[in-house]
Every structure is written in C-alpha cells, then in structure tokens.
C-alpha cells in the first residue's frame, strides 16, 4: 500500500473520531490494513478420522433438550473421561441431521464411546429411549482392486469373489471394514 493510501485513511479516521490520539489511529490502521494480507493455508495430514468427534443418533425433541442443557453435558461427561484417566475431552456438542454431534480433541477409544453411552442412558433430562448408542463417523469409499490375476495360481480356473474376500478379510489393513461384492 502506498504513503499517499496511509494519509487518506489516516485522515479519515481522524475525521470520523476527532478526540482519538495518533497511536490509537496507527492501531486501527494496522488492523485495516491486516485484512489486505492472504491468509495462510494449511496442509495437514491427519493419522485417523479427520473429524473428532461421536455422534449419538437421537429425536428431535431430545435434541432440543440436550442442546439447552450441553454446557452441563460437556462438564459432566469431561469429569468421567478424566476419572478414566481418558486423554480424550469433549470440546463442543452441535447438532446433526440425525442427532447430536460431540466434537472432541481426540479419536475417542471404545471405553470413551461406553463412558458416554453410560452417561446418555443415565441421563433423566431426555427420553433415553428413543436414543441409540453413540458411534464414530463412518465413511464410505469404493476402491477398485487392480493386480489380481484373472486365474487362480497354475489352473484355468477363475478366481471367484470368495476367495478375494477370504483374502481381504485376513489382511489386518481390512480390519472393520465392510466388503460388497
């Protein structure tokens, strides 16, 4: 930005607030001209889900209730996973299409998921019932599987899809993951 832009905005400024002094101007100048910046972009890599958070399908009406009432649901649920000597805590809860959305600063573990579980179905401020066990995120992706021979090793029989399917299953990189043929 060029001196002559700076004493027009600087002359403005003083215009429009007559009794401010020059380094009140200069920190409003500075923080004007901040925004002319780009800002940063980030690349991250992520080892795991993306999102951190568990979401917990539920009602509308019980969505209604348990986001007026989340700050007391984030302390509480914060004060079992720490009595678990968990690393996990919960930052913030929002809402979702089906349901309500915890946002942690952690991939929670199978013993966070049951911690909150327990919470939720103890909880006497909504109608239990009508809520479901609370789950991670899951994607769903297609993949085409390229490097396979068309026939079985030294026959002239074709490979069929159990025997891909026996294969991917005992390969750990495939653990919980659901295959369709």
């Keep these: 930005m060029s001196s002559g832009n700076n004493t027009r905005e600087v ?4 215009e429009v607030f007559l009794n401010l ?9 500075k923080i004007i001209n901040r925004g002319n910046k780009p800002k940063p972009c980030l690349n991250i890599t992520i080892k795991g889900l993306s999102h951190k958070q568990v979401i917990i399908p539920m009602d509308s009406d019980n969505m ?3 986001i007026s009432n989340s700050s007391d649901y984030i302390i509480n649920i914060n004060k079992l996973l720490k009595n678990i000597k968990s690393k996990c805590k919960t930052n913030y809860i929002r809402a979702g299409k089906s349901g309500i959305i915890i946002v942690t600063n952690k991939v929670t573990s199978p013993l966070d998921l049951q911690t909150m ?7 006497n401020q909504i109608n239990t019932d009508k809520v479901k066990s609370p ?3 899951q ?18 029989v074709s490979i069929k899809a159990d ?3 026996n294969i991917l299953k005992n390969n750990y990189i495939f653990n ?3 295959l369709i043929f």
């Excluded at 002094?21 to 100048?29: A, P, V």
């Design 11 to 14: 002359l403005k400024i003083k």
């Design 176 to 178: 919980n993951i659901l």
């Design 139 to 156: 994607s769903k992706f297609y993949f085409k599987i390229i490097g396979l021979l068309y026939f079985m090793d030294n026959t002239n």
């Design 163 to 165: 025997v891909v399917k």
């Design 135 to 137: 789950q991670l995120p």
């Design 117 to 123: 579980k327990k919470y939720i179905k103890n909880s």
């Design 64 to 66: 209604v209730k348990f």
């Design 21 to 29: 002094q020059s380094n009140k101007i200069e920190n409003i100048q």
